[in-house]
């Protein structure tokens, strides 16, 4: 048989090709490099691409990068090292609890730059000798025998917490403020976990916990035990615990609290039993014993609860997860993110839905330009290029937190059914609307996802009168616009709403005695002019101003 030369390259190549495909060795080169080609074409073309939409992932690691720049301005900026030390103490014992409570390395991740915020120098320092006197009074310590049997050896003097009946907003600004008065006047405090809180947030302190136990005698922390009036009428003999009652319904012997004289006689008690549903911290200012020490320990009195709040209510893992995984899905890719939270206060119905609220809520958005007005014509959107300009990068994502569905329901299809004037896309979201305060501890979870998920805002519109939104703004950092619909907010002329003059909390009922201003000396009385005003949603509450 003849063999032409085209055949012999033929039969040739096959029987080459033959081989090299009976050759498993050479034929997984090929795929392992088949491979390597996809993946590296994938991770040049599309990863990029991919991060730009999912800002909120590129925040972890641009958040580590600049924690390490933020840690070496701080510890430069304090020559006696006050801050190194507590830094590196604060540090070593992060890293040991980090899995217990993930918010407290990752919430700064979420919050806009200019409220990634360092803790003041001296309150570091401060904070780190309360965990070390709070451990040392803990340790070994049987609480119900230690309260039920004092020890006349035992050196350290307590606090007693327990939340009363009140919204989640005022039983956290209570709390803040009973923690406060425990690290000023060298209290160990003592949490009763019966309540939710304790449900919601990490153990704040290193080394020991807050919490009591199950089994702690609180049927002894009854009208048995005596308040200011009767440690005055009994003169103040033999009393080793004395019930401090600080709600807004308080008597005139309950506020001899505030009095100097008081504070001092205080100083000499065993045990303190705090109930109250108040923000007292502004009141801390005006009391002579305090006030120097504070104004070290918060150089800027505007922002003393966020401080506060960073530290002592970080949410456990279960609930920031929750939190994590909403924001990462609805809010991070948005240019622009705005939290309104809406409660009606001083009306028969908190939870109603009035039509002139929600005008009043509106213009006050509008006119404030923290949303974009609506065309109500037929006109189409203005166009834009989608090769340079993605939607997101043009898109507002709105957080209505609110009891009532029908406000979220509202702004959902006003921008639904109307271009925006400016071009811009507008998202609503809502996680929950209740009706009314239950005071469960599942309302109380999705209240405290929202305050977080709020203070994750780049604006914040909050009600007037509203613990809730001031929980909010103060985790924020953020300086809020206060709405003016509390009450017949029809009648008293004032705009739809202000910027607030402070981010700290409104005090509600500060309670001012005469007994206070005998012991002020001028320099207080001075600066007690300057910093603390009137607020702007109560006439006759107390905020902490940081410029007048």
């Not at 070994?140 to 009946?165: I, V």
């Not at 501890?441 to 209240?447: E, F, N, R, S, V």
């Amino acid at each position: 048989m003849v063999v032409t030369h085209v055949e012999s390259q033929i039969y040739s190549c096959n029987k080459k090709l033959k081989m090299w495909l009976y050759q498993p060795l050479a034929l997984w080169k090929v795929v392992v490099l088949l491979l390597l080609v996809f993946v590296l074409l994938g991770y040049t073309l599309f990863l990029p691409e991919f991060c730009r939409e999912q800002k909120g992932w590129m925040l972890f690691t641009n958040y580590f990068a600049q924690n390490e720049n933020e840690t070496q301005k701080l510890t430069l900026s304090d020559p006696q090292g006050t801050h190194a030390a507590f830094d590196e103490h604060y540090t070593s014992t992060e890293m040991g609890r980090s899995s217990n409570c993930l918010s407290r390395q990752e919430h700064s991740l979420f919050h806009k730059a200019s409220a990634r915020l360092g803790m003041p120098a001296e309150l570091s320092f401060a904070l780190a000798k309360y965990e070390e006197m709070h451990k040392r009074c803990s340790q070994d310590k049987n609480w119900t025998h230690a309260f039920s049997n004092p020890d006349p050896a035992d050196t350290c003097d307590y606090l007693l917490y327990t939340e009363g009946p009140a919204g989640l907003g005022n039983r956290l600004l209570s709390l803040a403020s009973a923690f406060l008065f425990a690290v000023l006047t060298n209290r160990v405090i003592l949490v009763d976990r019966s309540g939710d809180i304790p449900e919601l947030v990490c153990e704040p302190l290193s080394g020991s916990s807050w919490l009591l136990p199950a089994d702690f005698p609180f049927e002894k922390l009854d009208h048995s035990v005596p308040k200011l009036r009767e440690a005055y009428k009994e003169g103040w003999n033999d009393t080793k615990v004395i019930y401090l009652y600080l709600r807004e319904d308080q008597n005139g012997d309950d506020r001899q609290f505030f009095c100097t004289a008081t504070q001092q006689k205080l100083e000499s008690i065993k045990w303190l039993a705090w109930n109250s549903n108040q923000y007292y911290i502004p009141r801390f200012f005006t009391l002579a014993p305090f006030w120097q020490q504070l104004v070290q320990l918060f150089p800027d009195v505007s922002l003393v609860f966020t401080h506060l709040s960073r530290y002592l209510f970080l949410p456990n893992n279960s609930i920031w997860d929750r939190i994590v995984r909403i924001h990462l899905s609805y809010f991070s890719s948005a240019q622009k993110r705005l939290g309104l939270q809406v409660r009606l206060h001083s009306r028969g119905d908190l939870s109603e839905f009035y039509p002139p609220a929600y005008t009043q809520i509106m213009n006050c958005l509008i006119n404030n330009e923290l949303l974009p007005n609506v065309s109500t014509t037929n006109s189409m959107a203005p166009s834009f290029n989608h090769k340079q300009q993605k939607p997101t990068e043009r898109t507002t994502s709105v957080l209505v937190a609110s009891l009532q569905f029908k406000y979220y329901e509202e702004i959902r299809i006003l921008y639904m059914n109307n271009p925006a004037q400016d071009g811009k896309f507008v998202q609503v979201h809502s996680l929950s609307h209740e009706g009314r305060e239950w005071h469960s501890l599942d309302q109380d979870i999705k209240a405290f996802i929202e305050m977080w998920l709020l203070s994750f805002s780049d604006e914040i519109a909050t009600s007037s009168w509203s613990t809730f939104g001031y929980v909010a703004q103060g985790l924020g950092a953020i300086t809020p616009h206060l709405l003016n619909i509390r009450g017949d907010f029809e009648k008293n002329g004032l705009p739809s709403c202000v910027v607030g003059q402070s981010i700290d909390p409104c005090n509600h009922f500060p309670f001012m005695n005469s007994c206070e201003s005998e012991s002020l000396s001028s320099e207080h009385s001075q600066w007690i002019q300057q910093h603390i005003k009137p607020c702007q949603d109560e006439g006759n509450g107390l905020q902490l101003v940081q410029s007048a």
